[in-house]
C-alpha cells in the first residue's frame, strides 16, 4: 500500500510539473505558451537605461507580450510596443536635446525672428495680473518633451486602443484630484506618456481629458501588479529607482524631500511588487540622479552592462519557454498623413489666423511629421505661450484632425536681469511685454537699463496683411552713455554721447530664420568729451541728426544668442541717409574755437563757424553693410566659425564731412550691426569703411564651459569718395591702416547669463585689452 501511494504521488507530480512547466513549450502552440511581461520603472534620466536590458532583452530572443511602464519607463516602454527596436530606441535618445527636453524652452533657432531680440535673456520671469506682479509656479509644462513625444509616437496615430499596438501596453499616471492611481489603456498615446512623466515638483500637472494628472510613480513606481492583470505568467522587471525611503540626511534638495513624500504611497508597494517579479534587474547607476540627462550616454552604458549582466538569464527563460522572437524594429522615417481639418483651443489673445499663419498648414494639405513638428514650433516662437501642444485623431477614410491646443502667458509680463561690465559698469534690466494693449495682434515692449549709463527703449509690433505674414514696428531708443576714446588701446578721454533713435518698418514675420526689412528712420545725437582730448577745447557740445531709409535682410539660425554651437547669422543692411543737420554749441565766454594744424593751432571766430559746421554736414549717402557668420561642429565639443564683415559709405563729397560711421571692436555688440573684432576694444575704431576677415575656434571642456579663441585681419580707411573708391580702397585696407588681432576669452553659463573674461592683442600697437562682463545686458549679445 505505501508502495502504490509513493507511485500515485510520483505519478501525480510528474503530471503536474508537465502541465506547469514550460520545457515542452516548443512542443505546444504560441498561445498556450507562457506570456511574458515586461514593467519598466519610473526614475527620470536614469530611465535611460532600460535601452540596455531590452537590447539583451533580443539577443536572447525574448520579445515581451505585454509591457506596462511609469513615467520614464512608460516612455520608453510605450516607444517600444509601438515596434521601436533598442537601437533605434538609443539613436532617439542620443539624437535628442535633453537640456531643452527638460526645460520649457525652444532653441534660439525656433523663436520668431521679430521676437529673438528679448527671448532666454532675462533672469526672472514675472507675470502682471489686473495691474499687480505675481509669482510664477516654478514648474515646467514641458513644451520641448512634449514636441518630442509627438514626434517619435507619430507611427501610433491611427491607434487609440493601446492592446492593438504591436505589444500590447500600459502606462501609469495618478490623479490630482484623489490622489489615486490611473490605468491608461486606451487614447492618444502622447498623452498618455506625457501625463506618466508629469514629474511633481518638477513639470507641471497634464489636462488629460479635463482631468488634471501627474506622474504614476506617485502611486505605483514599479506596476508588477498591472502587468499580471494583463495576464503575464512570466515578469521581467527593471528598477532604475530606489527600493524603499532614503534617509533625509541624503536628500539633496527639498524638491527631493516634497518627492519622497510624494511617493509615498507608492513606496508601500514597492516590495510586494518586486517580490511578485521573476527576473528582477536592479542596474548600478552609479550616482547618477533623476536629472542627469547629461549624462545620458553614462546611463546608456551602465544600462548596456545590467542587460549583459542578464544576458544567460534570458537565454535560458528563451529557451525554457521555446521563444525566440526578432525585433527589427521601425525605422525612423514615417508616412505623412491627410489633414482634413484643424481646429484651435485656448487661445484668447492670439487669433486663430495669427496661430494658422505661423502653423503653415492648411485644411487638405498631406503633411510630415517635420511639416507639425516645425510648424507647432513656429507658434510656440512667438513667445507667448507656456505651451503649445496638439493631437491628431483619424477621422473617416485615411484622414485625420489635428487639434492645436495652446495655453496662452499672461497678457503681461516682466521680465528682469542684472549685468556689469568694464565698460558700462553695472545695472539692473527691466522689460515690460504686454500683449494687444494698443490694438489686436501687437505686443508693446518697454525696455529700461538703470544703469550710469541709462538706456530705454519702446518697442511696438503688429501683425498685418489678411494671413498675418508681416508686422509693423515702431522702435524709440534713449542712450545716455559714456563711451571710452582710445589711443593704441590706452583710454584717452571719455566721450559722452546722447542718442535718440526712432524708427518703423516692415518686416516679414513668416520664417523662424529670416526677415525682410522696408523702413525709415530718424536719429539725433549728442556727443561731448569729458577731458577735451576728442574733441577741441572750446567746444560744450556737438550736434548730427538725420533722416533714413533702410532695407535689409537678415537670417539667423543659431541655436543660441550668446553660446552658439551650430548655425549661421548673416546681415546685408543698405541706408539712404539724407537730411543731415549737424551743429556745434561753444561753452560759455569762448568767442573763438582753436582747432589743431600745422605747427600751432588756428582759430576759427564764433561768427564763422557756419562755415565749418557746412564741411562736417555731408550730403545725402548711402551705406553698405555685410556680415556672415558660420558656425562648423567637428564634434560636441569643437567648432569652428570662419566670418566676415564689410562696411562702404558711398559718396561723392571730397573731403571734410563726417558720417555716420561703423562700430568696430570688443567682444560686446550694443547693436545688431556692430561688429566684433580681437584685439580692440568695443567702438575702438569708427570708420566709415571696413573689412574683417577672421576664423574663430570655439572648445567646450565641460559643461557650461566655452573657450573661444580666435584671429582676425581688419582694414579700414576714412572717406573715399566714389569716384576714387575703386583704385584707393584696397590700397588703404592694406596699407599701414590694417592690422591683425587675436585674442581668447573663456565663458561660463551661469544662471546669471554669460560670466566671460577675454583678453586680445593687435599687430599695430601690441597692447593688451581685457574685458570682463557678467549677465544679461540691454546689448544685443553679451558674447
Not at 487638405?364 to 510648424?375: E, P
Request: glycine fraction near 10%; charged fraction near 25%.
Amino acid at each position: 500500500m505505501k508502495f502504490e501511494k509513493n507511485r500515485l504521488l510520483f505519478i501525480f507530480f510528474i503530471l503536474s510539473f508537465w502541465m506547469l512547466s514550460p520545457v515542452f513549450g516548443q512542443n505546444i502552440s504560441n498561445k498556450d505558451k507562457p506570456k511574458i511581461g515586461l514593467v519598466l520603472s519610473g526614475g527620470g534620466a536614469k530611465g535611460m537605461a532600460h535601452v540596455g536590458i531590452l537590447r539583451y532583452m533580443e539577443k536572447a530572443g525574448i520579445r515581451p507580450d505585454y509591457i506596462v511602464g511609469t513615467s520614464m519607463g512608460s516612455v520608453i516602454g510605450g516607444l517600444y510596443a509601438i515596434g521601436y527596436s533598442a537601437d533605434e530606441l538609443e539613436a532617439i535618445v542620443r539624437s535628442s536635446d535633453w537640456e531643452l527636453i527638460v526645460s520649457n524652452r525652444v532653441g534660439f533657432n525656433d523663436v520668431s525672428f521679430e521676437e529673438k531680440e528679448y527671448y532666454n535673456r532675462y533672469l526672472i520671469e514675472l507675470p502682471v495680473i489686473d495691474k499687480k506682479i505675481t509669482f510664477p509656479s516654478g514648474l515646467i509644462e514641458g513644451q520641448k518633451l512634449s514636441e518630442t513625444l509627438h514626434y517619435y509616437t507619430w507611427p501610433a496615430n491611427e491607434i487609440h486602443d493601446f492592446d492593438k499596438l504591436p505589444i500590447p501596453f500600459r502606462c501609469i499616471t495618478t490623479d490630482v484630484r484623489n490622489g489615486e492611481g490611473i490605468v491608461i489603456k486606451s487614447g492618444y498615446l502622447h498623452d498618455a506618456l506625457r501625463s506618466s512623466i508629469a514629474i511633481p515638483t518638477f513639470f507641471t500637472p497634464f489636462d488629460m481629458d479635463s482631468t488634471l494628472v501627474v506622474d504614476g510613480g506617485v502611486v505605483n513606481n514599479f506596476p508588477v501588479d498591472v502587468v499580471r492583470e494583463m495576464g503575464a505568467d512570466i515578469v521581467i522587471g527593471v528598477n532604475v529607482s530606489d527600493e524603499d525611503f532614503v534617509d533625509p540626511k541624503e536628500l539633496g534638495s527639498f524638491s527631493a524631500i516634497l518627492m519622497q513624500i510624494a511617493m509615498s504611497k507608492s513606496y508601500s508597494k514597492l516590495k510586494e511588487n518586486i517580490a511578485n517579479t521573476d527576473i528582477y534587474i536592479k542596474p548600478d547607476l552609479k550616482g547618477n540622479s533623476t536629472g542627469s540627462f547629461s549624462n545620458y550616454a553614462e546611463i546608456l552604458y551602465l544600462g548596456d552592462l545590467a542587460g549583459q549582466q542578464h544576458y544567460e538569464e534570458f537565454k535560458a527563460l528563451a529557451e525554457r519557454i521555446g521563444m525566440n522572437r526578432q525585433t527589427e524594429g521601425i525605422g525612423l522615417d514615417v508616412e505623412p498623413i491627410l489633414v482634413k481639418e484643424i481646429e484651435i483651443t485656448g487661445n484668447v489673445l492670439f487669433t486663430d489666423r495669427l496661430i494658422q499663419s505661423k502653423l503653415d498648414i492648411q485644411s487638405g494639405d498631406v503633411v510630415s511629421r517635420n511639416q507639425v513638428r516645425d510648424g507647432i514650433s513656429r507658434v510656440f516662437g512667438i513667445n507667448g505661450f507656456h505651451k503649445v501642444d496638439y493631437s491628431i485623431s483619424p477621422i473617416e477614410g485615411q484622414a485625420f484632425k489635428l487639434q492645436i491646443r495652446v495655453k496662452e502667458k499672461p497678457k503681461s509680463l516682466l521680465f528682469a536681469s542684472v549685468h556689469y561690465d568694464n565698460r558700462f559698469s553695472a545695472g539692473i534690466l527691466l522689460n515690460l511685454t504686454m500683449r494687444d494693449v494698443i490694438g489686436k495682434s501687437s505686443r508693446t515692449v518697454l525696455v529700461g537699463d538703470i544703469s550710469q549709463n541709462p538706456k530705454f527703449r519702446f518697442d511696438y509690433y503688429k501683425y498685418i496683411g489678411g494671413q498675418k505674414r508681416y508686422a509693423l514696428n515702431f522702435r524709440g531708443d534713449y542712450i545716455n552713455q559714456e563711451i571710452p576714446v582710445y589711443d593704441k588701446g590706452e583710454q584717452i578721454d571719455l566721450q559722452r554721447t546722447v542718442e535718440r533713435r526712432v524708427a518703423a518698418n516692415i518686416l516679414s514675420t513668416q520664417s523662424l530664420k529670416e526677415t525682410y526689412i522696408l523702413g525709415t528712420f530718424y536719429e539725433f545725437n549728442k556727443v561731448n568729451s569729458r577731458f577735451n582730448i576728442e574733441f577741441p577745447e572750446g567746444i560744450e557740445n556737438a550736434f548730427t541728426n538725420f533722416f533714413g531709409l533702410r532695407t535689409a535682410y537678415s537670417r539667423n539660425t543659431l541655436n543660441d544668442r550668446n553660446y552658439p554651437t551650430k548655425g549661421t547669422e548673416s546681415i546685408v543692411d543698405f541706408r539712404y541717409i539724407f537730411g543731415n543737420n549737424y551743429d556745434l554749441k561753444l561753452k560759455d565766454g569762448i568767442d573763438t574755437l582753436f582747432l589743431e594744424g600745422g605747427d600751432e593751432p588756428f582759430g576759427i571766430p564764433k561768427e564763422d563757424l557756419p562755415g565749418l559746421i557746412d564741411i562736417l554736414t555731408p550730403n545725402a549717402y548711402f551705406s553698405a553693410f555685410f556680415k556672415i557668420k558660420k558656425f562648423f561642429p567637428l564634434s560636441n565639443k569643437f567648432q569652428v566659425m570662419p566670418n566676415f564683415a564689410g562696411g562702404l559709405t558711398l559718396s561723392n563729397e571730397v573731403e571734410g564731412p563726417i558720417f555716420d560711421n561703423f562700430v568696430l571692436g570688443g567682444i560686446q555688440r550694443v547693436r545688431i550691426n556692430d561688429t566684433k573684432v580681437w584685439g580692440l576694444n568695443y567702438r575702438e575704431y569708427f570708420k566709415p569703411n571696413f573689412a574683417k576677415f577672421g576664423v574663430d575656434f570655439q572648445f567646450i571642456p565641460l559643461q557650461n564651459i566655452y573657450i573661444r579663441t580666435g584671429i582676425n585681419a581688419l582694414g579700414v580707411s576714412d572717406h573715399i569718395p566714389l569716384k576714387n573708391m575703386g583704385n584707393e580702397l584696397l590700397d588703404e585696407f592694406f596699407s599701414d591702416n590694417g592690422i591683425v588681432g587675436y585674442g581668447i576669452d573663456i565663458t561660463y553659463k551661469s544662471i546669471l547669463g554669460p560670466i566671460i573674461l577675454g583678453v586680445g592683442r593687435n599687430s599695430a600697437d601690441k597692447n593688451m585689452r581685457v574685458h570682463f562682463g557678467i549677465g544679461f545686458s540691454f546689448n544685443y549679445s553679451d558674447r
